[in-house]
């Protein structure tokens, strides 16, 4: 699976040299391109990814009022954000959460086991931060690094951390501190129209909007 990577011209030659040529292969483009001897599994759809380069007072500039307005009240909340590697544990509270949250709302999310993996082979390239409340945890973000861009993974916030804008906190120091360590950009995912709420926090906080390229089956037979 090459998750957002453009494929090269000599795929099929690299793909061979790397004794891959007769696996299936998932291609996710990051922007619409041609994928000749491919099978289409998803149409297109649009992300939200947030620009990191501008100086953090532009970047805060560029938000919405609404949103920066819920983000000074976040920021004057007393709460208090901590950051640190996400531990390979699958039952680990941010994880039982969502899974408890997909099933409720019925949305596919990825295995506990899953996330747990990525944490234990590439524990630096993961990221968890939490607001806290007194010694609470009220709300949660967890975010995979990858070269120079970074994607938001899953959150979860309680009625008191949605009621105290915890999110808005958490994103906007999360994106400044990617910043800090080098990251160009932040992938907050797809834009879908049945979750309006969503769609507008993303959009709100300064992302714009990113065709993607759909995602594809690329096998030989199929070649």
Same mark, same amino acid.
């Given at each position: 699976?090459?998750?957002?990577?453009?494929?090269?011209? =000599?795929?099929?030659?690299?793909?061979?040299?790397?004794g891959l040529h007769t696996v299936p292969l998932i291609l996710s483009p990051p922007t619409p391109c041609a994928m000749p001897h491919a099978m289409r599994l998803r149409r297109p759809q649009s992300c939200a990814v947030? =620009?990191?380069?501008?100086?953090? =007072?532009?970047?805060?500039?560029?938000?919405?009022?609404?949103?920066?307005?819920?983000?000074?009240?976040?920021?004057?909340?007393?709460?208090?954000?901590?950051?640190?590697?996400?531990?390979?544990?699958?039952?680990?509270?941010?994880?039982?959460?969502?899974?408890?949250?997909?099933?409720?709302?019925?949305?596919?999310?990825?295995?506990?086991?899953?996330?747990?993996?990525?944490?234990?082979?590439?524990?630096?390239?993961?990221?968890?931060?939490?607001?806290?409340?007194?010694?609470?945890?009220?709300?949660?973000?967890?975010?995979?690094?990858?070269?120079?861009?970074?994607?938001?993974?899953?959150?979860?916030?309680?009625?008191?951390?949605?009621?105290?804008?915890?999110?808005?906190?958490?994103?906007?120091?999360?994106?400044?501190?990617?910043?800090?360590?080098?990251?160009?950009?932040?992938?907050?995912?797809?834009?879908?129209?049945?979750?309006?709420?969503?769609?507008?926090?993303?959009?709100?906080?300064?992302?714009?909007?990113q065709p993607t390229g759909g995602s594809w089956l690329y096998w030989r037979p199929f070649g």
């Open positions: 699976m090459l998750p957002r990577a453009r494929p090269p011209p =000599d795929l099929a030659e690299q793909l061979r040299a790397a947030l =620009d990191l380069t501008p100086p953090q =007072d532009a970047r805060r500039a560029a938000l919405n009022g609404k949103w920066r307005n819920q983000l000074r009240r976040a920021e004057g909340a007393g709460l208090r954000v901590h950051h640190a590697s996400f531990p390979p544990d699958p039952n680990h509270p941010l994880l039982m959460a969502e899974a408890a949250q997909a099933r409720t709302r019925r949305y596919a999310a990825w295995p506990p086991n899953l996330t747990a993996a990525f944490a234990r082979v590439a524990p630096t390239q993961t990221r968890l931060f939490t607001a806290r409340l007194g010694r609470r945890p009220i709300a949660h973000m967890l975010f995979l690094r990858h070269g120079r861009g970074a994607t938001y993974h899953i959150g979860h916030s309680c009625r008191e951390g949605r009621a105290l804008h915890a999110h808005n906190l958490l994103l906007w120091q999360a994106g400044n501190w990617l910043a800090e360590v080098g990251h160009s950009h932040l992938d907050l995912g797809p834009l879908h129209p049945r979750t309006q709420g969503l769609t507008r926090f993303k959009l709100r906080s300064g992302a714009q909007v």
